[in-house]
């Protein structure tokens, strides 16, 4: 399925020669830096390929624990 970007890119006009390369260049920024890939775990290629990819991950995995942590205290509380 195309993204919105890529559909920008196949149905717009462009009058100048750099306009095209200019919305290629934003497809492909957004592709490797913004978004995120479910087959990368929902992280970004550059991400991966930068190395960032396992620190990410550790920090997300640490944020859950804290968060579940949190909520079972909170229960506990309510709970009691």
Do not use: C, V, W
Request: aromatic share 8%.
């Amino acid at each position: 399925m195309a993204s919105n970007l890529e559909n920008r890119i196949l149905l717009g006009n462009y009058f100048l020669p750099g306009d095209l390369t200019q919305q290629i260049e934003a497809l492909i920024e957004h592709y490797n830096h913004q978004r995120y890939h479910e087959s990368l775990k929902n992280l970004t290629p550059a991400d991966i390929y930068f190395g960032r990819g396992n620190a990410i991950l550790d920090r997300r995995e640490r944020i859950k624990r804290k968060t579940i942590e949190t909520r079972r205290l909170q229960y506990r509380k309510t709970a009691a």
